[in-house]
């Protein structure tokens, strides 16, 4: 027996999620075999999502970080004063982490396969756009201080960002640092990294305090010809944005995401 109410958005996107049941999956079924536009666009939005849970699955599988662990956590119990219940929430949600791709307003990835909408990675998304639109095109004052400056730029941006940051290394992937500059962010400061590579194609960095979110998955997002990957992580949100195509920003953002990740793991024991 099918269910016979209306299809509407919703009832895509459990179809893509394999959550509908038997009933409505029929329905569902025979809607979109009498709807070849819906049936596409459903067929191109799974692709997607399975796009980037591959790409994306080096996430999944890094271990978990030692504040969340479940020994920490229990370690945090015995002093009442100082355990957070976000803390035990986190690590749930870290253990059960999963990756899914967003419809309505972009498509991203996400923890336990639900879309993560932020409003301050939106935010910082559009602003690190615009940002790449003012100066990637200047080729006079494309920054405000040079990558030969790096060590002081760094250490200025991240003190008026209030964050450690650093300027990843993506000569990997074929980008220099070019330098940086600051810029204003509503009432709030950003940064700005630029790269570029032999062939005068550039990139940026852009970050900000985020203190309204800890953390977050990746997003992407692209308009007109300019793509955006990003996140939030420790209070702080990231964009790397450029005229690119999806996998190769992706593989740009996923290095600046390790380089991150690695600049905050404590040292191993026997090292300075």
């Known amino acids: 027996m099918t269910d016979e109410r209306p299809i509407g958005e919703d009832d895509l996107q459990a179809y893509l999620d394999g959550r509908l049941a ?58 009442p004063a100082r355990f957070r219940p976000a803390a035990a929430a986190a690590a749930a949600i870290w253990l059960s ?6 419809a309505a307003g972009g498509a991203f990835l996400a923890k336990d396969g639900l879309p993560l909408r932020q409003a301050a990675a939106d935010t910082a998304a559009r602003d690190a756009i615009t940002a790449y639109r003012t100066y990637v095109g200047e080729r006079l004052h ?22 450690p940051l650093v300027a990843p290394n993506l000569t990997a992937q074929g980008y220099r640092l070019i330098g940086g500059r600051l810029l ?19 990139l940026t960095l852009y970050a900000r305090s ?26 702080c949100s990231y964009v790397v944005t450029g005229s690119l195509g999806r996998d190769e920003l992706l593989t740009v ?20």
């Open 22 to 79: 038997p009933g409505r999956l029929r329905s569902v079924e025979a809607y979109l075999a009498d709807s070849p536009a819906a049936a596409s666009r459903v067929a191109v939005e799974a692709e997607q999502r399975q796009a980037l849970r591959d790409r994306l699955a080096f996430k999944a599988a890094e271990p978990i970080p030692a504040r969340l662990r479940v020994a920490h956590l229990v370690e945090a119990g015995r002093r």
């Open 97 to 102: 982490i999963g990756l899914a791709v967003g």
């Open 142 to 163: 494309p920054v405000e201080v040079a990558a030969d400056q790096e060590a002081h730029l760094v250490q200025w941006l991240s003190r008026r960002v209030g964050h």
């Open 184 to 202: 204003p962010a509503g009432a709030e400061p950003a940064a700005l990294f630029m790269y570029q590579n032999d062939g005068g194609q550039r």
């Open 210 to 235: 985020s203190a309204a979110e800890k953390e977050t998955a990746f997003r992407f997002e692209s308009q007109n010809g300019v793509s955006a990957f990003s996140w939030i992580d420790e209070g």
């Open 253 to 272: 953002a996923q290095a600046v995401y390790r380089q991150y990740e690695d600049k905050a793991k404590p040292p191993e024991r026997g090292t300075l």
